[in-house]
T-cell receptor, first 116, second 111 residues
Framework: AQKVTQAQTEISVVEKEDVTLDCVYE???????LFWYKQPPSGELVFLIR??????QNEISGRYSWNFQKSTSSFNFTITASQVVDSAVYFC?????????????FGIGTKLQVIP | GAGVSQSPSNKVTEKGKDVELRCDPI?????LYWYRQSLGQGLEFLIY????????KSGLPSDRFSAERTGGSVSTLTIQRTQQEDSAVYLC?????????FGPGTRLTVT
């Protein structure tokens, strides 16, 4: 089983639609971090959010929101009123403490295309 | 600059040649990571440095791959006798806490 599963490989939406990107993770640790990164066509990974395992509060930042549910080991990402600039590959990642450092495992990414 | 930098941005090499990829982490970041991203794939962990030592090399795919870090700063990833399957984007990241800051990557093409 994969540690981080992003089941949606590609999603296409029309501009202004809402879209949710799914992420399911697997860990035996009680303390860990979860991340979302955006990789636009330019290629550079852009940090979006970090969430630690003890903080299950949902977070909203502008049009972005994240839903963290430990009970289902999910950390889903919703973009409201999508825009063309949101087109990118989005990676979910899990960070676990291993050998004294944070080892990060990435999902394979979800490619989002927002059509004007 | 304030971010992680990598050079070269693009590298085209012939099969069998050696290549060196460079990473300049953010000043003061003690941890440094190398990842590989093949076309349409996620990020594959290669190696982790804490200071100049590499406590986790478990992701290096073969003995043709090696990396070093000097002065707790710049790191070099070396691929010897390159193969076509080595073609990918090689990403470097650094951090001091849980969040990693990524460089722009080096796109390696082996012909």
């Amino acid at each position: 089983a994969q540690k981080v599963t992003q089941a949606q490989t590609e999603i296409s939406v029309v501009e202004k639609e809402d879209v949710t990107l799914d992420c399911v993770y697997e860990t035996r640790d009680t303390t860990y971090y979860l991340f979302w990164y955006k990789q636009p066509p330019s290629g550079e990974l852009v940090f979006l959010i970090r969430r630690n395992s003890f903080d299950e509060q949902n977070e909203i930042s502008g049009r972005y929101s994240w839903n963290f549910q430990k009970s289902t080991s999910s950390f889903n990402f919703t973009i409201t009123a999508s825009q063309v600039v949101d087109s990118a590959v989005y990676f979910c990642a899990l960070s676990e403490l291993r050998r004294g450092y944070q080892k990060v495992t990435f999902g394979i990414g979800t490619k989002l295309q927002v059509i004007p | 600059g304030a971010g992680v930098s990598q050079s070269p941005s693009n590298k085209v090499t012939e099969k069998g040649k050696d290549v060196e990829l460079r990473c300049d982490p953010i000043s003061g970041h003690t941890a440094l990571y190398w990842y590989r991203q093949s076309l349409g794939q996620g990020l594959e962990f290669l190696i982790y440095f804490q200071g100049n030592s590499a406590p986790d090399k478990s992701g290096l795919p073969s003995d043709r791959f090696s990396a070093e870090r000097t002065g707790g700063s710049v790191s070099t990833l070396t691929i010897q006798r390159t193969q076509q399957e080595d073609s990918a984007v090689y990403l470097c990241a650094s951090n001091v806490g849980a969040e990693q800051y990524f460089g722009p990557g080096t796109r390696l093409t082996v012909t």
